[in-house]
């Protein structure tokens, strides 16, 4: 079962590194409307991603006016959840 757990940039460079795994993104919406790409790699057990969200660039000025600490929340909230998602649909197929 995989779990996510977040990671500050260079923590992220760090693991990728010494793990040598794989980056791909997800794009998440927060509940503001803004969409934006979350970077993350993955083991058999776990879910990693970088704790930044990088929002597209018309969208960043508004994006900066956010608190960081909900974003954070909303974040590892909607990441988790899509991770749980993810398992029952795998299991469903099985």
Known sequence: MLYATHYEPEEFVQLISKKN???FERVYV???SIAGIVYMCKDDENLYYMDRFIPSK???AEFLNLDAYEIHQELYAKINLD???????????L
């Open 21 to 23: 795994l794989k980056v």
């Open 58 to 60: 018309e969208k960043e």
């Open 83 to 93: 991770q749980k998602m993810r398992r029952k649909e795998y299991e469903y197929k």
């Open 30 to 32: 927060l509940d503001s």
